[in-house]
């Protein structure tokens, strides 16, 4: 993620900058909701962003089922499953 995704994150959770005078390293006030909102958007993103690799390697296997050797097929079919068992995986730990 970039540090403009990030801040992004932390508006959408609701924080803020801060009113009070401090050292301009620590410009952000975030209550303990708006806290646990910034890290429940971190995490939804950075599951998605591991589903979508998982969503590529499936791409992958199944490119490679239908143009590699017939004699590989097996392999490629067995990845294809892994990789959309470990993408319903990880978008499952999103949900209640």
């Known amino acids: 993620m970039t540090r403009d995704e990030i801040i992004a994150m932390a508006r959408e959770?609701?924080?803020g900058l801060s009113s009070?005078?401090?050292p301009l390293?620590?410009?952000w006030k975030l209550s303990?909701?708006?806290l646990e909102r910034f890290a429940a958007l971190v995490a939804a993103r950075e599951r998605e962003a591991c589903?979508?690799?998982c969503e590529s390697e499936e791409?992958?296997?199944l490119y490679n089922f239908d143009n590699d050797l017939e004699a590989n097929?097996?392999?490629w079919n067995g990845g294809s499953q892994i990789a959309?068992?470990?993408e319903a995986s990880i978008r499952a730990r999103g949900r209640p």
């Open 73 to 75: 097929r097996p392999f």
């Open 59 to 61: 791409a992958r296997a």
């Open 13 to 15: 959770a609701g924080a």
């Open 25 to 27: 390293e620590h410009p």
């Open 51 to 53: 589903a979508q690799v």
């Open 20 to 22: 009070i005078a401090e």
């Open 84 to 86: 959309t068992s470990c």
């Open 32 to 34: 303990q909701d708006e």
